[in-house]
């Protein structure tokens, strides 16, 4: 079945450093693959997303590239702000017998220090 | 923002009473699901619905129920709490119009004692 993996965190930043969260999926079809973002006590929002191969999401200096070769979607930023710190979510969606369905990874805990 | 409300955001009960849970939608999106969020295991599917009266388990659907039965509500029911339903609830929504693209209510926090 389909799935997603991604990074342990936590991870911790100084302010300016490089980002990367990787990730990686398995998946039966052609997934639309996307990046969430979580701040504390919200919910889930949209980050970027990619639908297809070759694909670059990007969004508030993130970018991540849709990797069918290596089936991944690394998340980066040039330089992190603390107003980053956040948890990141991977995921994957594809279709079903009933439907469109969506696969999380376990996400990654982001600390950025100034 | 899409138009997500949950009811109610934070809730305390007794293991073994009934709880029921809102989503309410002003988009008329298709699709609607309900997760958990636990330390861990990240966002579990519990159930979700592909149209009015149309509902299908998702990963962890054991002990709950969902239903229904207008386009705008999807409702969650743990039919006897446990401990082990301590979770923050969160549900989404999407449709063809929205690129399948997933949009979260704020989460329900429920505390079964």
């Known amino acids: ?10 991870v911790t930043l100084s302010e ?12 039966t079809g052609y997934p639309s693959l996307f990046w969430y973002v979580q701040y504390p006590g919200e919910g889930l929002q949209l980050l970027l997303k990619a639908t297809k191969a070759d694909d670059k999401g990007s969004n508030k200096g993130f970018e991540a590239t849709y990797r069918k070769e290596t089936t991944s979607f690394h998340l980066e930023k040039g330089s ?19 439907g469109n369905q969506f696969y999380f990874g376990t996400g990654t805990s982001l600390t950025v220090i100034p | 923002d ?3 409300t949950q009811s109610p955001r934070h809730k305390v009960t007794e293991t073994g ?15 609607m699901y ?3 969020q636990d330390p861990g295991h990240g966002l579990r599917l519990i159930h979700y619905s592909y149209g009015v009266k149309d509902t299908d388990k ?27 339903q301590t979770s923050v609830y969160f549900c989404a929504i999407s449709s063809y119009e929205s690129s399948y693209e997933q949009y979260f209510g704020p989460g329900t926090r429920l505390t079964v004692t």
Not at chain 2, 58 to 84: I, P, Q, W
């Open chain 1, 1 to 10: 079945g389909d799935s997603v993996t991604q990074m342990e965190g936590p």
């Open chain 1, 16 to 27: 300016e450093a490089f980002l990367t969260i990787n990730c990686t999926y398995t998946a």
């Open chain 1, 80 to 98: 992190v702000q603390v107003s980053d710190s956040a948890v990141y979510f991977c995921a994957l969606s594809d279709w079903g017998n009933t």
């Open chain 2, 2 to 4: 899409a138009g997500i």
């Open chain 2, 17 to 31: 009473t009934p709880v029921t849970l809102r989503c309410h939608q002003t988009e008329n999106h298709r699709y």
């Open chain 2, 34 to 36: 309900w997760y958990r």
């Open chain 2, 58 to 84: 998702g990963e962890v659907s054991d002990g709950y129920s969902v239903s229904r039965s207008k386009t705008e509500d999807f409702l969650l029911t743990l039919e006897s709490a446990t401990s082990s």
